[in-house]
């Protein structure tokens, strides 16, 4: 087998993003070194505890530090309405016994970064906030990524308004800076995630299948993205999915920009006539998904005992 891949991932759990830490916490592929936090889906203090929790829920060693509270420009507004009022779905995890790291979240992911030659991927599903400022406040750090994987933005419409996605919604200008910064990027928008879906049979054998499917089931009842019957897209678990099975995604590189003010900040636009465009395309966009066998997949790694 390979060496693991080290990642950090940047999050606002949020029940799609507690799918895919359980998913990356739980496979052998990947070293997470760090879960960095930020506002998002709740506030941050609400995302620090909900990583927290997820950490002691899974026995894991993975240090957890706070990130941003806010966007950088504009003022966050959560998505409680999706992820209910404490990001969880009210799931009752024991309280945490354990803190987040001294240190703030952009520190912790520069050091780690920073402490081996080896590349480290970013994996932010989450606002941009703290990669963007990482990028801008240790530009350093960018040899030492080897890629940057982003659930946000989106090539055919919204989740928030009609034209933004709501990670670039929050802070389109994090999103931006990240673009361009130069390090490869693979973008998993909204048009392609809301094809990876879990249904009422996945549900059902995560019910049967002990503590950990019994808690996956209990948070997905209550996610508000969409049904377990006509299909509930788990967007951000389409990042490690990514990573892990690649397969299971096509990609084009396309140049992308982000539109930062106006009614349709937050929406992400791709050039049709590369050959117009100066320079190389700056983002793999994933453009599609294998719908079955993502789901598949994900019962794969997360009800091993089903
Ligand atoms: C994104 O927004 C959040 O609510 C989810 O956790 C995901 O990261 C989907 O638009
Ligand atoms: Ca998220």
Redesign the pocket.
């Known amino acids: 087998m390979k060496d693991p891949r080290r990642i950090i991932i940047d999050t ?1 759990p ?4 507690a799918l895919a830490i359980a998913i990356a916490l739980k496979n052998p592929q990947l070293d997470v070194r760090l879960i960095s936090t930020v506002a ?2 709740v506030p941050v203090s609400q995302t620090t505890e909900n990583a927290l929790k997820l950490v002691e829920f899974f026995g894991a060693d993975v240090p957890v530090a706070r990130g941003c509270e806010q966007p950088l420009f504009r003022v966050l507004e959560c ?1 409680t309405y ?2 209910g009022k404490d990001g969880m779905g009210g799931f009752e995890f024991p309280v945490p016994v354990s803190k987040p790291i001294e240190k703030h979240s952009i520190i912790a992911m520069r050091d780690e970064i920073m402490s081996t030659e080896e590349k480290t991927t970013i994996v932010a ?2 606002i941009e906030t703290n990669v963007a400022i990482l990028l801008k406040m240790y530009p350093e750090v960018k040899e030492r990524i080897e890629e940057i994987v982003i ?2 933005g989106s090539m055919i419409g919204g ?1 928030v308004t009609s034209s933004a ?3 670039f919604y929050n802070d389109p200008h994090a999103a931006e800076i990240v673009f361009r910064s130069g390090v490869p990027i693979t973008m998993l928008g ?1 048009d392609v ?1 809301n094809y990876g879906r879990l249904y009422t049979g996945t549900n059902e054998k995560l019910k049967k299948s002990g503590r950990e499917g019994q808690m996956f089931s209990a948070i997905l009842e209550k996610y508000v ?1 969409g049904t377990l019957e006509t299909g509930l897209p788990v ?2 678990v389409c990042t490690v999915a990514y990573l892990l099975k690649p397969e299971l995604f096509e990609t084009d590189m396309k140049h992308v920009m982000v539109q930062t003010e106006g009614p349709a900040a937050g929406a992400t636009v791709f050039h049709r006539r590369p050959e117009m465009v100066e320079g190389e395309p700056n983002v793999k966009v994933c453009t599609g998904v294998d719908e079955p066998a993502f789901e598949e997949w994900v019962v794969s790694q997360l009800c091993g005992e089903c």
Do not use: K, P, R
Not at 14 to 17: A, K, N, P
């Open positions: 606002d949020g029940i799609d993003d998002g889906n998505s999706v992820h599903i989450g659930m946000g989740n996605e709501f990670n909204l995630t993205a967007h951000d």
